[in-house]
């Protein structure tokens, strides 16, 4: 029997296993995120409950991927400015999928509810940052209908070593929808 994937906000009963799940994505790929591990292991667990539920920002969401199997799998989390001249502007942050489940369509479920949700709440254009170099994250970011509009060199600095960010948008208006 085929394992099935479910794909749900995440709120404060998720907020441990948000929180691992986000610290391996952290450890496991540094050059992927902005944040660092050591900054948010520092974080207590009562700060990750806040953000799950998103108080005062009420079109703001993380969502995760489960598997009866493996529980949390991925996550992704859209931010929709509280201004309202920016809030058709939205910002998807923190996409990640467990390696042992990748290649397997999480990552492009997740993005394609990240996108619904945004047409849902208004939303017209939805951006993301991606390391310079990470091919299969770009390559599904394109795929989901994301162009590249700019190149920030030296955005991070991981390691002592300098990694480009890719700024990528997705109008949502003038968009197909993602698979």
């Known amino acids: 029997m085929k394992d099935q994937l479910i794909i749900r906000r995440l709120d404060g009963y998720d907020a441990e296993a948000y929180r691992e799940f986000r610290l391996r994505a952290l450890r496991r790929c540094p050059t992927a995120f902005t944040s660092t591990f050591a900054e948010e292991e520092r974080k ?3 700060w990750t409950a806040e953000r799950l539920a998103a108080q005062g920002r009420p079109h703001d969401r993380v ?8 529980g949390l799998v991925g996550a992704a989390g859209l931010s929709v400015p509280a201004r309202q001249q920016e809030r058709h502007n939205a910002t998807l942050f923190g996409m990640a999928v ?7 369509g999480i990552g492009r479920a997740l993005v394609a509810r990240v996108i619904d949700h945004a047409r849902a709440v208004g939303v017209l254009q939805v951006t993301l940052t991606v390391s310079e170099g990470n091919a299969p994250a770009e390559q599904l970011y ?3 209908g994301f ?3 700019g190149r920030e060199p030296r955005a991070v600095i991981v390691g002592g070593r300098a990694i480009a960010k890719l700024h990528m948008a997705c109008t949502l ?5 993602a698979p």
Do not use: K, M
Not at 63 to 70: N, V
Not at 98 to 104: G, I, K, P, T
């Open 173 to 177: 208006d003038r968009a197909r929808r």
């Open 44 to 46: 207590p667990l009562a």
């Open 147 to 149: 162009e590249v509009w």
């Open 142 to 144: 394109r795929s989901c």
């Open 98 to 104: 467990e390696r042992q489940v990748a290649r397997r």
């Open 63 to 70: 969502l995760g991927a489960f598997t009866s199997a493996l």
